[in-house]
């Protein structure tokens, strides 16, 4: 007996060294940022370039997957509709693998409306969409100049999308859809993009781009992308960087301000509709020229108002610690003495506690980069004539590192360094009263989520799972500047505010969870009411049907 | 892959050695055993009247039937499933295990009817580079099987067998602290047939009361059928709270198992 029974245990020693741990020797998954859509969370996989779409009110939590282009490389929303766009760069090929073209796709939150795919002639790694979301413009970022593996590519290339109109190729009155244009460069590439308000030319409504490149801006006519762009030298100078960072438009008095690092100038790019007396295409119906405004010592922040019927650009330059007001259309310029070296502006238009019964235009004037622990009121009906009379200074409690306006609900909110006495200010800008707000353990991931009444969610660093929360202004039952706090089940790494109401009627939050794997990890909070014990948490929908669907 | 390779190459090398082994003895072994043992495959040949002179030879095997055996066995699956190839990386999983056998009715010069009882394990891993997740399917598999053989030779049976049980298998995707994994119950039968190969009983002792040890092996193809695994994935995070977030469900996909096999067996009978 005692012989069969070690018999056994020899023919059964083998099987003890089988092994079932799992060797990881693979790239991690790659998703791009989540999107957040009116009512849904975007995911886009980079490897399966498929797309999620999570409906926070489906009680199964099943996504809507759809295929996206090859090698996913952006992924947003579409301003103004919840829809999704993405990026693809395809796939250049080899030998042994057929090239695929560069895409841009279009899905629609509604499963219903089927996804529109464009088909690129570049493989771009830079989106940018105008306010409306009608028009896209494609073009290679800087950051990145051989997009897409391409051996041979323009950085000057770019790809304009009309999203209101099918992809369609050029016939002899139309031009194709996406429309491929290079545009002419003077040593530069672009380094963003900008798209104005609609202007009027030839009785015709018109959005432009303003593309940045170092030293130069580009112009082109959006709604007639055949049309030859219109370059802007910005310095003449060959030794001299200038960078454009910011540009802002008046529709009213058609020009465009441009604000360049390395300049003490701001630049007016005057347009001029020239209705019957313009040539023909591919000239444009509208003229430039350009102007040069004084505007202190390396400015950094502008805004347009108006004042009067006229319209004045507030300049902030730190540089000169001035506030300049210059009259766009006699380039006349007021120089006021800030007495912080101010690098931000918000303007607003609101009732003051000087005049508590009209609205007047006004700025809060705040420096993020300096250390000032105070910020400026500025009166801008009266600015031009009180000289710093009218500026009035507040003290903060920390220095500002961010300021984030909610004008629609009469607040700015200032972060500071995450300081614990100090966190952030709440500026109510009616009453002109700043009300500091303390972090026991500081701040971490916050945002503001602006769908009013607004609330400032942050991840309770000195708690495990903690979700805090600030109710920046008063709602049903709640005051003004009280806090909660609701605990999860897991470490919170980001947090997305959703805009609107999923078909369930509620808003939710979707706050995102340690997810080592990429899977997907995210719990459903509700925005307006948060409770725990309504909260629903899904975890690995991105595996959903993952067995089936087959290997891209 | 490595994993398979070295399995099936396991499994050749057992099959050659079983079927040559026997053959030896048989040639070795002396006819008069053989046909005591078999005497349906007797001819009327008188034995020599000098052989029984000069015993007594010591006897130190024979071909007299085992009863019981225990056989380590692999066994290769062609996949036909998209999903349990993909699992595996390819189109062929190997799977160990250990089986039981006993020879439960000998109808002399006809058959003998056996059950086995056996316990089979499959593990696979891959990490898919579309997705960058690694993929481990465990499965443990009991069956109870009922096969008939008839001996053409002593060493030499073929026999056909009809097996089901039932099993268990594990999904597991990701890796760490934050993989996912399901276990799944499942149900499957198999038929085949194949060839039963057997040495002669060795004495291991001087004594009669001695053990007796033969050495077995099967070699068996057929066709597997068993219920599919649905796998749904579920985590529920690690947290002390007393009513924990409610987590939803991921359904996965499903893996099928129907495939044609080949199993090789090798061990001992007593």
Same mark, same amino acid.
């Given at each position: 007996?005692?012989?069969?029974?070690?018999? #056994?245990?020899?023919?059964?020693?083998?099987?003890?060294?089988?092994?079932?741990?799992?060797?990881?020797?693979?790239?991690?998954?790659?998703?791009?940022?989540?999107?957040?859509?009116?009512?849904?969370?975007?995911?886009?996989?980079?490897?399966?370039?498929?797309?999620?779409?999570?409906?926070?009110?489906?009680?199964?939590?099943?996504?809507?997957?759809?295929?996206?282009? /090859?090698?996913?490389?952006?992924?947003?929303?579409?301003?103004?509709?919840?829809?999704?766009?993405?990026?693809?760069?395809?796939?250049?090929?080899?030998?042994?693998?057929?090239?695929?073209?560069?895409? #841009?796709?279009?899905?629609?939150?509604?499963?219903?409306?089927?996804?529109?795919?464009?088909? #690129?002639?570049?493989?771009?790694?830079?989106?940018?969409?105008?306010?409306?979301?009608?028009?896209?413009?494609?073009?290679?970022?800087?950051?990145?100049?051989?997009?897409?593996?391409?051996?041979?590519?323009?950085?000057?290339?770019?790809?304009?999308?009309?999203?209101? *109109?099918?992809?369609?190729?050029?016939?002899?009155?139309?031009? +194709?859809?996406?429309?491929? /244009?290079?545009?002419?460069?003077?040593?530069?590439?672009?380094?963003?993009?900008?798209?104005?308000?609609?202007?009027?030319?030839?009785?015709?409504?018109?959005?432009?781009?303003?593309?940045?490149?170092?030293?130069?801006?580009?112009?082109?006519?959006?709604?007639?992308?055949?049309?030859?762009?219109?370059?802007?030298?910005?310095?003449?100078?060959?030794?001299?960087?200038? =960078?454009?960072?910011?540009?802002?438009?008046?529709?009213?008095?058609?020009?465009?301000?441009?604000?360049?690092?390395?300049?003490?100038?701001?630049?007016?790019?005057? *347009?001029?509709?020239?209705?019957?007396?313009?040539?023909?295409?591919? %000239?444009?119906?509208?003229?430039?020229?350009? %102007?040069?405004?004084?505007?202190?010592?390396?400015?950094?922040?502008?805004?347009?108002?108006?004042?009067?019927?006229?319209?004045?650009?507030?300049?902030?330059?730190? @540089?000169?610690?001035?506030?300049?007001?210059?009259?766009? +259309?006699?380039?006349?310029?007021?120089?006021?003495?800030?007495?912080?070296?101010?690098?931000?502006?918000?303007?607003?238009?609101?009732?003051?506690?000087?005049?508590?019964?009209?609205?007047?235009?006004?700025?809060?004037?705040?420096?993020?980069?300096?250390?000032?622990?105070?910020?400026?009121?500025?009166?801008?009906?009266?600015?031009?004539?009180?000289?710093?009379?009218?500026?009035?200074?507040?003290?903060?409690?920390?220095?500002?590192?961010?300021?984030?306006?909610?004008?629609?609900?009469?607040?700015?909110?200032?972060?500071?360094? !995450?300081?614990?006495?100090?966190?952030?200010?709440?500026?109510?800008?009616?009453?002109?009263?700043?009300?500091?707000?303390?972090?026991?353990?500081?701040?971490?991931? =916050?945002?503001?989520?602006?769908?009013?009444?607004?609330?400032?969610?942050?991840?309770?660093?000195?708690?495990?799972?903690?979700?805090?929360?600030?109710?920046?202004?008063?709602?049903?039952?709640?005051?003004?500047?009280?806090?909660?706090?609701?605990?999860?089940?897991?470490?919170?790494?980001?947090?997305?505010?959703?805009?609107?109401?999923?078909?369930?009627?509620?808003?939710?939050?979707?706050?995102?969870?340690?997810?080592?794997?990429?899977?997907?990890?995210?719990?459903?909070?509700?925005?307006?009411?948060?409770?725990?014990?309504?909260?629903?948490?899904?975890?690995?929908?991105?595996?959903?049907?993952?067995?089936?669907?087959?290997?891209? | 892959?490595?994993?398979?390779?070295?399995?099936?190459?396991?499994?050749?090398?057992?099959?050659?050695?079983?079927?040559?082994?026997?053959?030896?003895?048989?040639?070795?072994?002396?006819?008069?055993?053989? /046909?005591?043992?078999?005497?349906?495959?007797?001819?009327?040949?008188?034995?020599?009247?000098?052989?029984?002179?000069?015993?007594?030879?010591?006897?130190?095997?024979?071909?007299?039937?085992?009863?019981?055996?225990?056989?380590?066995?692999?066994?290769?699956?062609?996949? !036909?499933?998209?999903?349990? /190839?993909?699992?595996?990386? =390819?189109?062929?999983?190997?799977?160990?295990?250990?089986?039981?056998?006993?020879?439960?009715?000998?109808?002399?010069?006809?058959?003998?009817?056996?059950?086995?009882?056996?316990?089979?394990?499959?593990?696979?891993?891959?990490? !898919?580079?579309? +997705?960058?997740?690694?993929?481990?399917?465990?499965?443990?598999?009991?069956?109870?099987?009922?096969?008939?053989?008839?001996?053409?030779?002593?060493?030499?049976?073929?026999?056909?067998?009809?097996?089901?049980?039932?099993?268990?298998?594990?999904?597991?995707?990701?890796?760490?602290?934050?993989?996912?994994?399901?276990?799944?119950?499942?149900?499957?039968?198999?038929?085949?047939?194949?060839?039963?190969?057997?040495?002669?009983?060795?004495?291991?002792?001087?004594?009669?009361?001695?053990?007796?040890?033969?050495?077995?092996?099967?070699?068996?193809?057929?066709?597997?059928?068993?219920?599919?695994?649905?796998?749904?994935?579920? =985590?529920?995070?690690?947290?002390?709270?007393? %009513?924990?977030?409610?987590?939803?469900?991921?359904?996965?996909?499903?893996?099928?198992?129907?495939?044609?096999?080949?199993?090789?067996?090798? @061990?001992?009978?007593?």
């Amino acid at each position: 007996m005692r012989r069969r029974v070690l018999l #056994l245990s020899l023919l059964l020693s083998p099987l003890s060294a089988c092994n079932d741990a799992i060797p990881n020797h693979s790239t991690p998954n790659a998703l791009l940022p989540t999107v957040a859509l009116a009512d849904r969370m975007a995911y886009v996989e980079q490897n399966s370039h498929t797309a999620f779409l999570l409906d926070p009110a489906s009680k199964t939590l099943v996504p809507r997957m759809v295929s996206v282009g /090859k090698a996913p490389v952006a992924a947003v929303k579409r301003n103004g509709q919840n829809q999704l766009l993405v990026l693809s760069q395809g796939d250049p090929g080899s030998a042994q693998i057929t090239p695929v073209a560069a895409e #841009l796709e279009e899905i629609d939150a509604d499963a219903s409306v089927a996804p529109v795919t464009y088909t #690129l002639a570049s493989r771009f790694n830079g989106l940018a969409q105008s306010p409306d979301g009608r028009f896209v413009l494609l073009y290679h970022g800087s950051s990145a100049q051989n997009s897409g593996e391409s051996p041979l590519f323009n950085p000057n290339e770019l790809a304009i999308v009309d999203l209101t *109109l099918p992809p369609s190729v050029a016939t002899q009155s139309t031009v +194709s859809n996406p429309y491929a /244009k290079s545009i002419r460069s003077l040593g530069g590439v672009p380094t963003g993009v900008v798209f104005s308000p609609s202007f009027t030319f030839a009785s015709t409504p018109r959005i432009l781009a303003v593309i940045l490149a170092e030293n130069y801006v580009t112009i082109v006519d959006m709604n007639n992308p055949d049309r030859t762009e219109i370059t802007v030298p910005l310095s003449t100078d060959s030794n001299s960087t200038l =960078s454009p960072a910011q540009v802002l438009f008046d529709t009213v008095n058609p020009n465009i301000y441009v604000l360049a690092y390395g300049s003490d100038d701001i630049f007016q790019i005057s *347009l001029t509709d020239l209705g019957a007396a313009a040539p023909a295409p591919p %000239s444009n119906d509208f003229r430039v020229s350009l %102007s040069i405004l004084a505007a202190g010592t390396s400015p950094s922040d502008m805004a347009l108002y108006s004042t009067g019927g006229s319209t004045r650009l507030a300049v902030l330059a730190p @540089g000169s610690q001035t506030l300049a007001i210059i009259d766009p +259309s006699t380039s006349s310029t007021t120089s006021i003495a800030t007495s912080i070296p101010a690098n931000q502006m918000v303007v607003f238009n609101t009732s003051s506690p000087s005049a508590p019964d009209q609205s007047e235009q006004q700025a809060l004037l705040v420096d993020v980069s300096s250390g000032s622990t105070s910020v400026l009121f500025a009166d801008l009906q009266s600015i031009e004539t009180a000289g710093n009379l009218a500026l009035v200074s507040y003290p903060l409690g920390a220095s500002a590192t961010s300021v984030v306006p909610l004008l629609d609900q009469g607040i700015v909110v200032l972060m500071y360094s !995450q300081y614990s006495a100090n966190a952030l200010s709440v500026v109510d800008l009616a009453k002109r009263e700043l009300s500091p707000i303390g972090a026991g353990s500081g701040l971490q991931g =916050s945002v503001i989520d602006s769908t009013a009444p607004s609330r400032l969610w942050s991840i309770d660093s000195g708690a495990q799972y903690g979700l805090c929360y600030l109710n920046l202004v008063a709602r049903t039952g709640q005051a003004s500047l009280s806090t909660g706090e609701i605990w999860l089940d897991q470490n919170i790494t980001n947090i997305i505010p959703l805009g609107q109401a999923s078909s369930d009627g509620h808003r939710y939050l979707a706050v995102e969870q340690d997810d080592a794997n990429k899977v997907g990890n995210v719990t459903l909070v509700d925005a307006d009411n948060p409770d725990r014990t309504s909260a629903r948490t899904a975890y690995g929908f991105l595996l959903t049907n993952y067995l089936e669907r087959g290997q891209p | 892959m490595t994993t398979t390779k070295t399995l099936t190459m396991r499994a050749t090398f057992a099959g050659v050695l079983f079927l040559t082994l026997p053959s030896a003895f048989a040639a070795a072994q002396s006819e008069t055993d053989s /046909k005591a043992a078999w005497p349906h495959l007797n001819q009327p040949t008188p034995p020599a009247p000098e052989l029984r002179q000069t015993a007594p030879t010591p006897r130190h095997w024979s071909w007299d039937p085992s009863r019981f055996g225990v056989a380590l066995e692999i066994r290769t699956t062609w996949l !036909q499933d998209s999903v349990a /190839k993909r699992l595996t990386g =390819s189109n062929v999983s190997s799977g160990e295990g250990i089986s039981l056998q006993w020879d439960a009715l000998r109808l002399e010069r006809i058959a003998t009817v056996s059950l086995d009882l056996g316990w089979l394990t499959t593990s696979t891993s891959t990490n !898919q580079d579309f +997705s960058g997740l690694a993929e481990g399917l465990t499965s443990n598999m009991f069956s109870l099987g009922l096969s008939v053989r008839h001996h053409l030779l002593p060493w030499l049976a073929p026999f056909a067998r009809v097996a089901g049980g039932m099993g268990w298998d594990r999904l597991t995707v990701g890796t760490g602290t934050g993989d996912l994994h399901d276990e799944r119950v499942f149900g499957q039968g198999s038929l085949g047939g194949g060839l039963f190969l057997r040495s002669p009983r060795l004495l291991l002792g001087a004594t009669r009361a001695a053990p007796e040890v033969g050495l077995v092996a099967y070699v068996e193809g057929g066709y597997l059928l068993g219920t599919s695994s649905d796998f749904t994935l579920t =985590s529920q995070p690690a947290t002390a709270a007393s %009513s924990p977030i409610p987590t939803s469900p991921v359904a996965i996909g499903k893996v099928g198992r129907d495939a044609p096999y080949l199993r090789v067996s090798v @061990g001992i009978a007593f």
